[in-house]
């Protein structure tokens, strides 16, 4: 596990949780930090650019990621299926 990314991660997940404003985009992160050969993390399925943004997107883009993240994993869901 990349040390630098699971205390990034940690800290952003804190952040979620302080924050009580219900319009608010929790992160994706789950804590099992680690990025692929193409830089995707492989816990929360985000790409390095958008793990280092996410503080400072704006909530559509918070949301927009989040759908990201979700169809990155259902593709190497699909993916490993096919195997």
């Known amino acids: 596990m990349n040390v630098g990314l699971h205390k990034l991660s940690a800290k952003l997940r804190s952040d979620t949780i302080m924050n009580s404003d219900k319009s608010f985009t929790p992160s994706p992160c789950i804590g099992k930090c680690g990025l692929n ?7 929360c399925f985000r790409t390095m650019d958008e793990i280092l943004r996410w ?7 918070k949301q ?20």
């Open 37 to 43: 050969a193409q830089d995707i993390c492989r816990g």
């Open 55 to 61: 503080e400072k997107m704006s909530e559509a883009d």
């Open 64 to 83: 927009a990621t989040v759908i990201n993240c979700k169809t990155r994993r259902q593709q190497r869901s699909a993916t490993q299926r096919n195997r």
